[in-house]
């Protein structure tokens, strides 16, 4: 068993969010708002072990369910999505 920490992946569906901003808010290295709409923007859909804690609680956060968290292996969709 390897102590190498698990990938963690994120992804976004703009479309379901609510831009309530507790992603941003909650971990502000990982997710943005953007300008125009004040939706989700996915800054690191693969954020670094030091920020993969306050992403996970972003996800929990997040009132419309648009974020998706998948610790597996490179398995599921990131970046953006419009």
Known sequence: ???TPQPLLLSVDRGRCAGA???AL???EVFDQDDE????VLLRPAPAPEHR?????????????AIT???GEG?????TES
């Open 69 to 71: 968290l998948d610790p």
């Open 1 to 3: 068993m390897s102590d």
């Open 75 to 79: 398995r599921g969709r990131l970046g």
């Open 21 to 23: 901003g507790m992603c």
């Open 26 to 28: 909650t971990a502000p």
């Open 37 to 40: 709409e004040g939706l989700v």
């Open 53 to 65: 804690a306050a992403a996970r609680t972003a996800v929990g956060l997040c009132p419309a369910g």
